[in-house]
C-alpha cells in the first residue's frame, strides 16, 4: 500500500525554527514527484513547492521561494518542509503528497497530472 | 499566478439533489484541471483530473466538464458522505498549483 506518513502537530513561538516530514512507504519513493500543501484556516489549497527525491530537484511557488526549503533523503525515503523563522502567519495545516503525471523538468507533462497520495497532514500552530 | 474563482461560495441541498459548482481560471488552462473533495480532519482527496476524467474508485456520480477558463463539477443524486467542501485546481502552471477558494456543500 502507498502511504504517506507526515510527523506530528507542531507549536512554536515565532523566530523557531521548525522542521516537518513526510515519510514514504509502498513504492519506489525516489521516482516520483512530492508536493507541500498549505492549508490557513478557512482557506483554499496552496502548493507551495515540489521536490524530486531521485535527485533533490526542487521547484517552488513563487509565494514561497525564500520563505520555506524543501528537501528530501531518499535513504531514508523522507521529505521536508522547514521553516529557520517561523511567523503567526505560518499557523496552518500543511500537507505531502504524491504526485502523478509530473515530469522531467517538473511540469506536468499532459493534464493527467494529480496527487493521487496524500499524509495526513500536520498542524502548525505559531503562537507566543 | 493563474487566478482561480469557484462559484457558489456554499450551497445547501438535500440527499438525492444534483448539484453543480463552476470554476473559472483567469487564462486558458486546456483540460489543465482537477476537482477535490475535502472533509474536516481528512487530506483531500481527487475526484476527477483532467477536467473531466473520473479518478478510479471515484464514484460515477460525479462529473467534470469544461476547458479553456471555464469547468463544472456535477453531482448527480447527493450521498449523505458528498457534504464537503470541493475545490478546483490548474495544473497547467508548475509549481503554482493554484487552487479555487472552495465550495462548501452542507445540508439543506
Known amino acids: 500500500e502507498v502511504q504517506l506518513v507526515q510527523s506530528g502537530a507542531e507549536v512554536k513561538k515565532p523566530g523557531e525554527s521548525l522542521k516537518i516530514s513526510c515519510k514514504g512507504s509502498g513504492y519506489s519513493f525516489s521516482n516520483y514527484w512530492i508536493g507541500w500543501v498549505r492549508q490557513m484556516p478557512g482557506k483554499g489549497l496552496e502548493w507551495m513547492g515540489i521536490i524530486y527525491p531521485g535527485d533533490s530537484d526542487t521547484k517552488y511557488s513563487p509565494s514561497f521561494q525564500g520563505q520555506v526549503t524543501i528537501s528530501a533523503d531518499r535513504s531514508i525515503r523522507t521529505a521536508y518542509l522547514q521553516w529557520t523563522s517561523v511567523k503567526a502567519s505560518d499557523s496552518a495545516m500543511y500537507y505531502c503528497?504524491?504526485?502523478?503525471?509530473?515530469?522531467?523538468?517538473?511540469?506536468?507533462?499532459?493534464?493527467?497530472?494529480?496527487?493521487?497520495?496524500w499524509g495526513q497532514g500536520t498542524l502548525v500552530t505559531v503562537s507566543s | 499566478d493563474i487566478q482561480m474563482t469557484q462559484s457558489p461560495s456554499s450551497l445547501s441541498a438535500s440527499v438525492g439533489d444534483s448539484v453543480t459548482i463552476a470554476c473559472r481560471t483567469s487564462e486558458n488552462i486546456k483540460t489543465y484541471l482537477n476537482w477535490y473533495q475535502h472533509k474536516p480532519g481528512k487530506a483531500p482527496e481527487v475526484l476527477i483530473y483532467g477536467a473531466s476524467i473520473l479518478k478510479s474508485g471515484a464514484p460515477s456520480r460525479f462529473s467534470g466538464s469544461g476547458s479553456g477558463t471555464d469547468f463544472t463539477l456535477t453531482i448527480t443524486s447527493l450521498q449523505p458522505e458528498d457534504f464537503a467542501t470541493y475545490y478546483c485546481q490548474q495544473t497547467y502552471r508548475s509549481p503554482s498549483f493554484t487552487s479555487g477558494p472552495g465550495t462548501k456543500v452542507d445540508f439543506k
Open positions: 503528497a504524491r504526485h502523478l503525471g509530473i515530469g522531467d523538468w517538473g511540469y506536468c507533462s499532459s493534464p493527467t497530472c494529480y496527487p493521487d497520495t
